[in-house]
């Protein structure tokens, strides 16, 4: 917990979206003193925002609050890449050997249905997120990719998903967005993209006008377990403490800051550059009007979308884990992976050669040890969380509040019963392993990506580092 709380008036410079949000980053007054509550949530960003959002509007009465350690939005839900994804991160056929085939079925329904879940939310309450459904374009950018996005394809006739995808040549992709290099690509039409500071900022005001309590600037430093229904669980901070019928833990990659969880997730940095408005002869060159969210096929993970104010996002993971999974202010900026990332956006769109880019920033997402994310809620001790969405947090954190609305709530249905309900990950190996396994797979994966784009030779698939990183 020894993170150092940045100057409120330097909440704006967290991420290009809480800049940019159009709310007042102000924090709220802080939790002092003990304050009883029907459900009590650690973390205000999307998962204990969709959270609340249900609760209360199945149950006006009921009375949520939050203890939040910086502001709403501070943390990954503040600074992401902005694509709605309509699908977890973990492949369909690992769900389909964890789970069955129904299994994975019930997931990636529930979880593509979680895109227009949010479109509709927003909607509902009036947030102007710049929310857009154009789908996305998954480009093999190199003959070495080529293999890559046929076995993505396959996967989706096996899974049963392909009516909702495309497959398109050079020139079909060339029609959508005109990347250097680009040798075909998989269009997806369930894929969204939003603004994610308007969306958690709106979400924190829409939760307010529902009755929820936002403390701000309230670590959590412990959670106290209850033995229902005689003792109830608690969150508590160094001024306070909240005691609640239900505790939700909603702090993604931070919850590994908890003791009791520091191994149940792995701390994974995320880093972004963003560019300054492209020109509107530049856009005429690229195409790219459907705002689609936009990858390759690289196995280091690069992501790109088209902000609503005709700038360009470059996301890539790559940024070195830090040993003991520690999380700190200094690890959102990597002067190697963001310089790497500016190059990248010069060779996609040469056109673009010499664009400034004004705003870079990055953080950490949470990564289960199975790449599968968890919606628990256990009735005796009275603590629920959902987590571990590795990168495809915006639309799974929506599932997540629904699914733990309805399981605290006792209110039993198709969503309560998927298959990640009470899913539990093994945890992460201790240090030194841990460090050592994710370094030198991280490493591995970069040298792959850069030897395999000189060569055009697709990697094999059978490398130590593919098969540990193999989802
Ligand atoms: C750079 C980056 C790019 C990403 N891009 C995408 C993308 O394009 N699409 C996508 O789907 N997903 C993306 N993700 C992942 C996605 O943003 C997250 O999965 C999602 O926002 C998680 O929401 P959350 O509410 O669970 O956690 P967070 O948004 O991380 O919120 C956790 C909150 O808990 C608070 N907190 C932590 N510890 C404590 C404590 N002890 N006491 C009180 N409060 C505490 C934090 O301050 C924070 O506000 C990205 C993530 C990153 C970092």
Do not use: C
Request: aromatic share 8%; charged share 25%.
């Amino acid at each position: 917990m020894a993170d150092q709380l940045p100057d409120p008036a330097g909440y704006a410079a967290t991420s290009y979206w809480l800049e940019t949000a159009g709310d007042d980053l102000t924090p709220r007054p802080a939790l002092r003193g003990e304050i009883d509550a029907d459900v009590a949530i650690l973390g205000a960003g999307y998962t204990g925002l969709w959270t609340a959002y249900e609760l209360l509007r199945r149950d006006p009465s009921l009375k949520v609050v939050f203890l939040e350690r910086e502001i709403a939005g501070f943390g990954a839900s503040g600074r992401n890449g902005g694509w709605v994804a309509s699908g977890l991160n973990a492949s369909s056929g690992r769900l389909a050997r964890r789970f069955g085939q129904a299994g994975m079925t019930a997931i990636e329904d529930a979880v593509a249905g979680a895109v227009d879940a949010v479109g509709v939310a927003i909607a509902r309450e009036g947030i102007d997120a710049d929310y857009a459904k154009g789908g996305s374009l998954t480009v093999a950018r190199g003959p070495e990719q080529l293999p890559a996005l046929e076995e993505h394809w396959q996967s989706l006739e096996r899974s049963g998903r392909a009516a909702h995808y495309q497959r398109l040549d050079a020139a079909g992709t060339a029609e959508r967005i005109r990347i250097e290099g680009a040798l075909g690509s998989v269009y997806g039409s369930q894929y969204a993209v939003v603004h994610p500071g308007k969306l958690v900022r709106g979400l924190a005001r829409a939760v307010e006008r529902h009755g929820g309590l936002i403390y701000e600037q309230t670590a959590v430093t412990d959670v106290e377990a209850g033995a229902l229904p005689h003792l109830r669980p608690a969150l508590r901070t160094e001024g306070g403490r909240v005691r609640a019928g239900a505790v939700v833990l909603a702090g993604e990659a931070y919850l590994t800051q908890l003791r009791p969880l520091h191994r149940s997730l792995l701390p994974l940095y995320s880093l972004i550059v963003l560019t300054e408005p492209v020109s509107d002869g530049d856009w005429a060159t690229i195409g790219w009007q459907a705002r689609e969210v936009l990858a390759s096929y690289r196995l280091s993970v690069d992501y790109l979308s088209r902000t609503a104010d005709g700038r360009i996002l470059f996301g890539g993971r790559g940024a070195p884990y830090r040993f003991g999974s520690r999380i700190e202010p200094a690890f959102d900026r990597d002067a190697r992976t963001h310089g790497l990332l500016r190059e990248f956006v010069e060779a996609w769109f040469p056109s673009l050669r010499g664009i400034g880019f004004g705003h870079t920033w990055g953080g950490p997402l949470g990564m289960p040890r199975d790449w599968i994310p968890t919606f628990s809620f256990d009735r005796r001790s009275g603590i629920g969380s959902g987590r571990g969405y590795t990168g495809h947090g915006v639309s799974t954190a929506n599932l997540a509040g629904r699914v733990l609305a309805g399981l605290i709530l006792g209110d039993e249905n198709e969503l309560t019963a998927l298959p990640l309900v009470n899913h539990r990950s093994p945890n992460w190996e201790p240090e030194p392993f841990r460090w050592i396994g994710v370094r030198f797979t991280q490493e591995s994966l970069l040298r792959l990506d850069a030897r395999t784009a000189r060569t055009g030779r697709p990697p094999t698939g059978r490398s130590l580092a593919e098969r540990i990183a193999d989802h």
